[in-house]
């Protein structure tokens, strides 16, 4: 139920402070609007996890045992505090979030651009300004305790204590850090990076951190090779399996380079498409030789899955896996490595590896989609845009679009080789995040699928809803072009969760695919409805 909420009631071990009524959620049209009650927590999971926040779990903070336990948790947060305000302890990214703590004027404008806000039915506690405002009045009282009379007016009565702790940690898992609120923000506040940091305080200071992204992501990934679990051996299988799938979907014999040394491309997938979305890596091998490309996919640990989960909650981890790909690529003698379709690995590899790839790692890097662009654009491979005559929409994933401005080559493409493509509004730079951003599509903990589902993700499902209403029947299938990893797998997941292929004949799936659908010299379509 919504009510109104002040930061320190945080700091109070009362009952649940929000609870989510379907009456109070973002309307959805029908036959999307029956109200759907979040799935509750069972009693020993309460008893067991902090859940007082709103009452869902994707993080999972265990309730310490006894006062001393509870004295250890506090003591080691305000130890990672100050840490993280310090430049020898926090170099990477210091500067922003002092910005960002100290020059937010609470004006506001922001929290009508956050889609949890939004879709949450304006819940206070999702508010873009709600996680920094507490991480501020923390510091304010018990870092800047000495110092200034307006140190002591800001600071409130908010009580450091296991609880307030737990619900900040949990919170942070309630912002995508899909940067909208950055995009609007008059004076360049990133509250994102706030949530960001506050995540990697609890992971790097106190071993908190989301199990599907630490030990089922990172650090399964440079121990075995991949986040999915996918070793070097199975990786040699599965490419086997896909140079025969190729063949026998297309009648191509197509060898895959694997570990080519000196090639042009290091490609660099997701490595969730070769276990989810063999067809997207499959696309880009009928592509690339069809254009030959000089190319080749690497088997070295971390060298054949973008994924750096890193960049969403751990300094440590991030440089780790950044200096994996880099020396995939290295060894290999490339020219450049080439990001395929996932956008938090865009991010990873172009813009955040640069704290921390220098002198020989410094490899070039690039973005696959302007390369996808000219190849389509450029005429040297025949297309046939009847091929793809379906209704067509592009999500924009926030990291590749709004972080890193590649706005136009996926439109692009898709208006040569799509005649029935629609914008969703709003799109490009202004798009709102799938709902699966930040590693939300991938966290499974008891019930967060469900507040994923139904909150964080509701936004980008009505979109898709309106973008298609003119061809709503269900007979008529239709296609949401996503082209990233985990926008995918959020879609997988929310389709599934509202029926949308059964209700409104809704599927996904990547960019290159559709590209290879329209080469006039395959025989068969490449894209199957029935695969999808
Ligand atoms: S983050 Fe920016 S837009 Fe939001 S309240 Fe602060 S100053 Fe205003
Ligand atoms: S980054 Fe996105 S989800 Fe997080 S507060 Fe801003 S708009 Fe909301």
């Given at each position: 139920m919504k009510r109104k909420m002040k930061i320190?009631?945080?700091?109070?071990?009362?009952?649940?402070l929000v609870t989510l009524e379907p009456s109070d959620l973002l309307p959805l049209p029908p036959p999307y609007d029956e109200p759907r009650p979040l799935k509750e927590l069972t009693e020993e999971q309460r008893q067991r996890y902090e859940?007082?926040?709103?009452?869902?779990?994707?993080?999972g903070v265990t309730k310490p045992a006894n006062a001393q336990e509870e004295e250890e948790f506090v003591a080691k947060f305000l130890s990672g505090l100050k840490k993280l305000l310090s430049k020898e302890n926090?170099?990477?990214?210091?500067q922003p979030l002092l910005h960002s703590l100290d020059y937010?004027?609470?004006?506001?404008?922001?929290?009508?651009?956050c889609p949890a806000y939004l879709s949450s039915g304006k819940q206070e506690i999702y508010r873009p300004t709600f996680r920094p405002e507490v991480l501020r009045r923390i510091i304010n009282k018990y870092?800047?305790?000495?110092?200034?009379l307006l140190a002591r007016l800001t600071a409130s009565n908010i009580e450091l204590n296991f609880t307030l702790l737990a619900r900040l940690a949990e919170l942070a898992y309630?912002?995508?850090?899909?940067?909208r609120c950055a995009q609007v923000c008059p004076l360049g506040i990133d509250n994102a990076l706030i949530s960001r940091e506050i995540r990697k305080l609890f992971s790097q200071e106190?071993?908190?951190?989301a199990r599907e992204l630490h030990e089922q992501g990172t650090v399964q990934q440079l121990k075995v090779g991949s986040s999915t679990g996918i070793t070097p051996k199975a990786l040699a299988n599965i490419i086997a399996f896909m140079e025969d799938d190729i063949e026998e979907k297309t009648g191509r014999k197509i060898k895959i380079p694997v570990?080519?040394?000196?090639?042009?491309v290091l490609l660099v997938h997701n490595a969730g498409e070769f276990m989810a979305w063999p067809e997207n890596p499959q696309a880009f091998a009928i592509l690339f030789d069809a254009a030959g490309i000089d190319w080749t996919l690497s088997s070295q640990i971390a060298g054949?899955?973008?994924?750096?989960?890193?960049?969403?909650?751990?300094d440590v981890q991030a440089a780790r896996v950044a200096v994996h790909h880099a020396e995939a690529a290295r060894t290999l003698k490339v020219k450049k490595i080439c990001v395929g379709e996932c956008g938090h690995a865009h991010k990873a590899i172009l813009v955040i590896a640069d704290r921390v790839l220098?002198?020989?790692?410094?490899i070039p890097r690039e973005s696959a989609l302007p390369l996808l662009e000219h190849l389509v654009l450029s005429g040297k491979i025949k297309l046939d845009p009847k091929r793809n005559d379906f209704p067509v929409t592009l999500h924009d994933p926030c990291n590749m679009?709004?972080?890193?401005?590649?706005?136009e080559p996926q439109r692009k493409i898709l208006r040569a080789i799509c005649p029935q493509f629609r914008e969703m509004?709003?799109?490009?730079?202004?798009n709102y995040c799938c709902g699966g951003g930040s590693g939300f599509a991938i966290m499974q903990s008891m019930n967060f699928p469900d507040w994923r589902n139904s909150v964080s993700a509701r936004m980008k499902m009505k979109q898709i809803l309106e973008a298609f209403a003119d061809v709503s029947e269900p007979a008529q299938n239709k296609y949401v072009c996503a082209p990233c990893s985990n926008c995918k797998g959020l879609m997988r997941d929310m389709f599934e969760f509202y029926g949308a292929t059964r209700k409104s004949g809704i599927f996904y799936g990547g960019l290159v695919e559709l590209i290879v659908n329209a080469?006039?010299?395959?025989?068969?379509?490449?894209?199957t409805w029935e695969q999808l």
């Open positions: 320190e009631d945080l700091s109070r071990p009362a009952q649940q859940a007082s926040l709103d009452g869902i779990v994707g993080l926090n170099w990477t990214f210091i937010c004027v609470k004006c506001q404008l922001c929290n009508d651009s870092l800047k305790k000495e110092n200034s309630r912002c995508s850090l899909c940067r106190m071993g908190i951190a570990d080519k040394e000196g090639a042009e054949y899955d973008a994924v750096n989960y890193g960049i969403w909650y751990d220098t002198g020989e790692l410094n679009v709004r972080l890193m401005g590649i706005v509004e709003p799109h490009g730079v202004d080469m006039v010299d395959l025989q068969k379509p490449f894209l």
